[in-house]
């Protein structure tokens, strides 16, 4: 399994970023993806998750109404549009990946691939 995250860079303060996941290597459709971040001097967080197979969508709620996940499973990908963007949304941004269905897709632990993160930096 191999995931590409892309769709990084420098934005203000209430603008907005897409970012894309690509992902290799699997029967894409069978998998949960998720994005985590991490900003600087913290810990990894959950951000979202598309369950495998429409099982629903999730949000931290520190996200929830600015970032929408979404996935195509034609092309193997997965989006998160990220509006209204705060400083504190600074971080790299990591997709990740899981076989079937995830009961806790918050847990980074549940994961077993990852990309290798993508830089957004929003500044105020």
């Known amino acids: 399994v191999q995931l590409q995250a892309s769709g990084g860079g420098l934005v203000q303060a209430g603008g907005s970023l897409r970012l894309s996941c690509a992902a290799s290597?699997?029967?894409?459709?069978?998998?949960?993806i998720a994005w985590f971040r991490q900003a600087p001097g913290k810990e990894r967080e959950f951000v979202a998750a598309?369950?495998?197979?429409?099982?629903?969508?999730f949000y931290a709620d520190s996200v929830k109404g600015r970032f929408t996940i979404s996935r195509d499973n034609a092309k193997n990908t997965v989006d998160l549009q990220m509006n209204s963007l705060k400083p504190e949304d600074t971080a790299v941004y990591y997709c990740?990946?899981?076989?079937?269905?995830?009961?806790?897709?918050?847990?980074?632990?549940?994961?077993?691939?990852w990309g290798q993160g993508t830089l957004v930096t929003v500044s105020s």
């Open positions: 290597g699997l029967t894409f459709d069978h998998y949960t």
């Open positions: 990740a990946a899981a076989r079937n269905r995830l009961v806790a897709v918050s847990v980074q632990s549940n994961y077993a691939d």
């Open positions: 598309t369950r495998d197979r429409n099982g629903g969508i």
